[in-house]
């Protein structure tokens, strides 16, 4: 098992490496070296990975049933918009693995996400007319706010110095230059 288990490490199979690994510790349950690679390769998974991984059902519900860690926890949280529920479970994961920068990096995010910003500012709202008017008993498009109509994307400008190419690899090309030179027209 830990020879198929290595097999897949190095063939990118992360997932498929930890199953092998555990059903390795399994039968040896004593082998810290392999129990130490399954932690290394287990960090370098993304949570949601750890979330969303295949577990093959044991024959007895409660046999083989690896406790959940504290980040699969805080991912499961985060899945279900719990952002704070999240945080202290990436709280305890960093307390347990402080030198998981992964682990790290996604508590600040869950903190920024369980932490209002404050009430919203409804004075600086754009207020927007009423319902559309009716025309012929149809209603009509609601017009758009000023500040959607200056938010749009006006059209290319092509003039006569530059003009776009029609050939479709040319036009990409095109397009392309002149979002890296930072133009429009």
């Known amino acids: 098992m830990e020879q198929r288990a290595e097999r897949a490490v190095r063939r990118g199979e992360l997932l498929v490496a930890i199953e092998h690994f555990e059903a390795h510790l399994a039968q040896h349950p004593d082998d810290e070296r392999v129990r130490s690679r399954m932690e290394a390769v287990r960090a370098l998974l993304q949570p949601s990975e750890l979330v969303s991984r295949r577990r ?34 990436y709280e305890r994961a960093v307390a347990a693995n402080p030198d998981n920068e992964l682990f790290r990096e996604r508590l600040q995010e869950l903190r920024l996400l369980a932490v209002p910003t404050g009430k919203a500012d409804l004075a600086a709202l754009e207020k927007l007319d009423g319902p559309p008017a009716q025309m012929n008993g149809t209603p009509r498009a609601p017009e758009r706010s000023a500040r959607a109509h200056a938010a749009s994307f ?7 110095s530059r003009p776009l190419p029609r050939d479709p690899k040319a036009l990409l090309e095109e397009l392309l230059q002149r979002v890296r030179s930072g133009r429009r027209g």
């Open 56 to 89: 093959t059902e044991p024959e007895d519900p409660d046999a083989g049933k690896t406790p959940v860690s504290d980040a699969e926890v805080g991912e499961m949280h985060a899945g279900s918009g719990r952002f704070a529920e999240a945080a202290e479970a």
């Open 154 to 160: 006006a059209p290319l400008q092509t003039g006569p």
